[in-house]
Structure formats: C-alpha cells, structure tokens
C-alpha cells in the first residue's frame, strides 16, 4: 500500500497522464515492490544457508537412492544463488565432491529457474496456484533433465577439471559470524542482479504502458507463441527477477500464461554465458545435450499450461 501510494505521488507531481503516468507508475511500484522483497528475503535464506555449506551437503547427498538425491539436489536449487551463471560454482564443487552426476546435473538445471525469491515474488503476477505449478513444474524439468542425462552416460563428457580439496575441516561459526556472511552475501547478490531488476522492470513499463493489447494477443499467442518464447528466452542472460516484470506486462495484455512462463524459465535456465563457462568443465556434447533437454521440458511445460488453463 505504502509502494502504491508513493508510485501514485510520483506520477502526479510529474503531471503525468495516459500511457506515461501507467509506464511510470508500474516502474517506480513493481521496483520498491522487488528489491524490498529481495532484500528480505535473501538475507533471510543466506542466514540459513550457512547452516549447509558444499561439504555437508555432499556427506548428506552420499549415499541416498537416487529419486531422492533427485529432488534434494531440487530443492537446494531453489535456495540457491540467483541466475545461471552465479550457480556454476557451487555446479563445480558439487562435482568435485563426487556427488553423482544425475544429481548435479538436476540442480544446475533447477537453480536459475526457481528460487525463493522469484516464488515471493510471482504470486502478485500469476496468483499462488499458478506459483506452485511452476514451481512443481522447473522441478519435474530439472529431475527428469538430470535423470535422462544420466541414463544416456553422458557424464563422459565432463572434462578433466581441479576442483580443490573438498574435505577441508570448517568451524562451526557463531551467529554474529553467520548474520555477517549472510549480509555480506545478500549484499554481492543484490548489486548484481539489481540492474536486472531495474531494466526489467523498465521493460515491462513500457509494455505495460505503450504497447497495444491486440500485438499480444495477434502474434504471440497459439502453439508457435510458445516456441518462439523458448527460442528468443535462451540466448537472453539475466536473472528471473529482472524478467518477471516484463512477463507480468505481457500477460496483463493477452499473453498465454504458458507462453509466458516458458519464456520465463528459459531466460533462467539457459544462456549463451552460461554455456560459455561451462565450457570449461564440460564438451560440447554435453552442453547441446543439457540445453536441449531442459528447452524441450520448458517446451512441454508452457503448452501444456496453455492447454489447460
């Protein structure tokens, strides 16, 4: 109410109106909106984090059946770093701490496209029902993707890599010691993904302003809307909450919630950066085969969605 009512007080005392004052009016609310909840949020999970650093999560990993493992490493996802590209670390030192590959390869997939942030987030875009689907549904991709890798021994084509030691003894720290790393992380992590956010935002702005409704609905619906998301999403590279703002634009002009999801998660989940240091732990095979997998889950997910919804 306070974001609504400041957003409102910008707009007039700028004597805006039409289409200026809604762009305006969306970009200043949908931004105090984001990073006030980003700010408490990633603090808020950086703290628990430090409960579960690289090596007790390899210790806990080790061993389990593998539909478990599956959906731990999921779920670990979500509560992990902010795009693909900041992901790729804790990639690598699940890897060298030998956790199977399946596993790994089902967190990297899972990690950019769903975190808690972007949950808190999308229910003011989608609602709560359509939240827990995606939500339900980047899982099912990231299991099956880990899981049809793994079947397909394709772990053959990790490269020879030194990953360090991953059995180095760390103290437990303190609290003031875990508040501080949680602040000093949600810190880094928010001044990187903020100017996402703010273009994001911009973007959606002015969709949400000036562009038509009958251009959504015209050319980007149907069955083709959907590829076309997945197929301009992938070489895109920003973090899910910078695109979240435009997505909420497009569906509040007609765009299929399905599209708009598949456009959402393969933005995330994939892109050329990504791809380009995964180069260096992985061959090309690999790579093609990773980015296929999880383009044809996305594929499924938002035709499906539109089907249904």
């Given at each position: 109410?306070?974001?609504?009512?400041f957003?409102?007080?910008?707009?007039?005392?700028?004597?805006?109106?039409?289409?200026?004052?809604?762009?305006?009016?969306?970009?200043?609310?949908?931004?105090?909106?984001?990073?006030?909840?980003?700010?408490?949020?990633?603090?808020?999970?950086?703290?628990?984090r430090?409960?579960?650093?690289?090596?007790?999560?390899?210790?806990?990993?080790?061993g389990?059946?593998?539909?478990?493992g599956?959906?731990?490493?999921?779920?670990?996802?979500?509560v992990?770093?902010?795009?693909?590209?900041?992901?790729?670390?804790?990639?690598?030192?699940?890897v060298?701490?030998?956790?199977?590959?399946?596993?790994?390869?089902?967190?990297?997939?899972?990690?950019?496209?769903?975190?808690?942030?972007?949950?808190?987030?999308?229910?003011?875009?989608?609602?709560?029902?359509?939240t827990?689907l995606?939500?339900?549904?980047?899982?099912?991709?990231?299991?099956?993707?880990?899981?049809?890798?793994?079947?397909a021994?394709l772990?053959?084509?990790?490269?020879?890599?030194?990953?360090?030691?991953?059995?180095?003894?760390?103290?437990?720290?303190?609290?003031?010691?875990?508040?501080?790393?949680a602040?000093?992380?949600?810190?880094?992590i928010?001044?990187?993904?903020?100017?996402?956010?703010?273009?994001?935002?911009?973007?959606?702005?002015v969709?949400?302003?000036?562009?038509?409704?009958?251009?959504v609905?015209?050319?980007?619906?149907?069955?083709?809307?959907?590829f076309?998301?997945v197929?301009?999403?992938?070489?895109?590279?920003?973090n899910?909450?910078?695109?979240?703002?435009?997505?909420?634009?497009?569906?509040?002009?007609?765009?299929?919630?399905?599209?708009?999801?598949?456009?959402?998660?393969?933005?995330?989940?994939?892109?050329?950066?990504?791809?380009?240091?995964?180069?260096?732990?992985?061959?090309?095979?690999?790579?093609a085969?990773?980015?296929?997998?999880?383009?044809?889950?996305?594929?499924?997910?938002?035709?499906?969605?539109?089907?249904?919804?």
């Open positions: 109410m306070v974001f609504e009512q957003a409102t007080w910008v707009v007039e005392a700028l004597g805006l109106t039409g289409a200026p004052r809604a762009a305006v009016h969306f970009w200043v609310y949908d931004t105090l909106k984001i990073v006030t909840l980003l700010v408490a949020v990633i603090f808020g999970v950086g703290y628990l430090t409960y579960f650093p690289p090596e007790k999560i390899r210790d806990y990993l080790s389990k059946r593998a539909i478990t599956y959906l731990l490493a999921a779920l670990l996802g979500i992990s770093p902010f795009c693909s590209c900041s992901t790729i670390p804790i990639f690598l030192g699940m060298g701490a030998g956790i199977p590959f399946g596993v790994t390869m089902t967190f990297l997939a899972v990690s950019p496209m769903i975190n808690e942030a972007a949950l808190v987030v999308l229910p003011g875009v989608v609602g709560i029902e359509l827990a995606y939500a339900v549904s980047g899982i099912a991709i990231g299991m099956t993707s880990g899981f049809v890798l793994n079947k021994g772990d053959r084509y990790i490269k020879e890599f030194d990953f360090g030691d991953s059995d180095v003894d760390i103290d437990e720290p303190t609290h003031r010691e875990r508040a501080r790393q602040y000093v992380e949600a810190k880094d928010i001044k990187e993904i903020i100017p996402y956010v703010v273009i994001g935002v911009g973007l959606g702005a969709i949400h302003g000036f562009v038509p409704q009958t251009i609905t015209e050319y980007l619906s149907g069955p083709l809307g959907v076309g998301a197929a301009v999403g992938v070489p895109i590279y920003t899910i909450l910078g695109v979240i703002p435009v997505v909420e634009s497009l569906i509040g002009k007609g765009l299929p919630v399905g599209t708009g999801l598949a456009f959402m998660m393969s933005v995330a989940a994939l892109s050329l950066p990504q791809f380009m240091i995964l180069k260096k732990v992985m061959k090309k095979e690999l790579i085969a990773f980015a296929a997998t999880v383009a044809t889950g996305i594929l499924i997910i938002g035709l499906l969605f539109n089907l249904l919804l």
